[in-house]
């Protein structure tokens, strides 16, 4: 299990949920309480491991649960 692919996974599917709302970067990151869009872009690209409280907010701003964001069969060990 990478960790690269772990936040490559989680980032995609962040942005799928995003763009099925026809929400903006921008827009998800108000909704979360994040200072601007970029750092959703971040996440997105999985280019940081965000904090969990971050996680929670996006979960809430989303309307999901966490299993629409991971597979965790995927990178079992």
Request: charged share 30%; glycine share 6%; with cysteine.
């Amino acid at each position: 299990m990478q960790e690269k692919d772990i936040l490559k996974e989680f980032g995609n599917n962040i942005r799928a949920e995003r763009n099925r709302l026809n929400l903006s970067q921008e827009q998800l990151a108000e909704r979360v309480g994040l200072s601007y869009g970029q750092v959703i872009g971040t996440i997105e690209r999985g280019e940081v491991n965000t904090s969990l409280t971050n996680i929670v907010a996006i979960l809430n701003a989303l309307n999901i649960d966490f299993d629409k964001l991971i597979d965790r069969k995927k990178f079992s060990c």
